[in-house]
Nanobody, 130 residues
Framework: QVQLVESGGGSVQAGGSLRLSCAAS????????MSWFRQAAGKEREGVAA????????YVADSVKGRFTISQDYAKNTVYLQMNSLKPEDTAMYYC???????????????????????WGQGIQVTVSS
């Protein structure tokens, strides 16, 4: 059974930082592409970052590059999204997603679309106030 559980969201002022965590069941984790998406009110879901768990290659979307970092703790089957210099426009529901993938498809970013991921967490709210 695939399970993804997010944690770490909340409210923060602009310029602040948050770290999101996504704990995955072991069945999911090995040789997977783990990713973070976000969806703001009234907007389409947007891919933010991805990591190939087997080798650690990463992709970060241009919209958050330089501010967000994706990483993993392989021993804990957990992926993190470190979000720094947060802006009000980062306010959204953040989702962890996973699926099996080739390494290149994952860390090239070519896979970072909603349709490419079959397993999703429940989502966690991030609110950034000005």
């Amino acid at each position: 059974q695939v399970q993804l559980v997010e944690s770490g969201g909340g409210s923060v002022q602009a310029g602040g930082s948050l770290r999101l965590s996504c704990a995955a069941s072991e069945y999911t984790y090995s040789t997977s592409c783990m990713s973070w998406f976000r969806q703001a009110a009234g907007k389409e879901r947007e891919g933010v970052a991805a990591i190939y768990t087997g080798g650690g290659g990463t992709y970060v979307a241009d919209s958050v590059k330089g501010r967000f970092t994706i990483s993993q703790d392989y021993a804990k089957n957990t992926v993190y999204l470190q979000m720094n210099s947060l802006k009000p426009e980062d306010t959204a529901m953040y989702y962890c997603a996973a699926d099996w993938s080739s390494p290149y498809d994952c860390y090239s970013g070519s896979r970072l679309t909603s349709q490419s991921f079959g397993y999703w967490g429940q989502g966690i709210q991030v609110t950034v106030s000005s």
